[in-house]
């Protein structure tokens, strides 16, 4: 089809209130005798679009200290499926933002009051180092409560199966969210030719029958805004759901 040369157009930039966004990655821990991290978009392209809004991010851990890109995300890695990863290169050799990688905040010295959202990516890493960490479940519980923006996007999600909130339930029940998929899983597990993990978040949000996960096929593009809870399917979610977020601090006061 032919281009209207006799369209005319006008766009402007939308401004923001300026907000103070807090994005939390895993440490390094030990998959299947290899290092992994958090995936790199997962964090990079949130984190972009966030301070091309004008917010202001924090990059924090668990236990804080230097953090890693999974080697199969970083566009570094020679041969890798991410070369492309433009953001991702340039988080990592950026003087300024690079360095935020070897001296992520420790989450025990952060306070929610200080946040209007919290951004939780995924990776190799959180299906290791969340899952036992009840202090991250509460300040996840504690963003949410506060009625804060709070999104976590693919493994990220994970902490929704074991989070809960202050009056003892689940932050997942009566809520409908998505991550990481069995079915992404299994395409991962084909690709490094051994079963990854020991346990799966689709599998595991099915066996509570009090919320509802939800998602696309393999790789497809997702991202569900269910009040101030947001999350995104995979790595592929990352700018549509950083978008909802935009969105959501848009209507805080």
């Known amino acids: 089809?032919?281009?209207?040369?006799?369209?005319?157009?006008?766009?402007?930039?939308?401004?923001?209130?300026?907000?103070?966004?807090?994005?939390?990655?895993?440490?390094?821990?030990?998959?299947?005798?290899?290092?992994?991290?958090?995936?790199?978009?997962?964090?990079?392209?949130?984190?972009?679009?966030?301070?091309?809004?004008?917010?202001?991010?924090?990059?924090?851990?668990?236990?804080?200290?230097?953090?890693?890109?999974?080697?199969?995300?970083?566009?570094?890695?020679?041969?890798?499926?991410?070369?492309?990863?433009?953001?991702?290169?340039?988080?990592?050799?950026?003087?300024?933002?690079?360095a935020l990688l070897d001296a992520t905040i420790p989450l025990g010295s952060v306070s929610v009051a200080d946040y209007d959202a919290v951004w939780v990516a995924g990776g190799g890493g959180p299906l290791l180092t969340f899952k036992d960490n009840p202090a991250l479940h509460k300040l996840i519980a504690d963003f949410y409560e506060a009625g804060k923006v709070t999104t976590l996007i693919c493994h990220g999600s994970s902490i929704l199966l074991w989070a809960r909130l202050s009056n003892g339930e689940l932050l997942a029940d009566g809520k409908r969210w998505t991550g990481f998929t069995d079915g992404e899983e299994n395409a991962v597990n084909e690709a490094f030719g051994m079963i990854l993990n020991d346990y799966t978040i689709e599998s595991e949000a099915a066996k509570n029958p009090n919320t509802e996960f939800r998602h696309l096929d393999v790789n497809e593009p997702f991202a569900i805004r269910d009040g101030n809870l947001i999350t995104g399917q995979q790595q592929y979610s990352s700018g549509i759901t950083a978008a909802l977020v935009l969105d959501a601090l848009d209507e805080l006061d």
């Open 1 to 98: 089809m032919p281009v209207d040369i006799d369209r005319f157009e006008t766009r402007s930039a939308q401004t923001h209130k300026p907000r103070r966004i807090l994005s939390i990655v895993s440490n390094t821990a030990e998959l299947r005798g290899f290092p992994v991290g958090f995936f790199a978009e997962e964090m990079t392209r949130a984190f972009l679009t966030f301070i091309e809004a004008g917010h202001t991010v924090d990059l924090a851990s668990p236990d804080g200290g230097k953090v890693m890109y999974d080697t199969h995300s970083d566009p570094r890695t020679p041969g890798g499926q991410y070369v492309d990863d433009l953001i991702s290169l340039g988080f990592v050799t950026h003087e300024k933002f690079g």
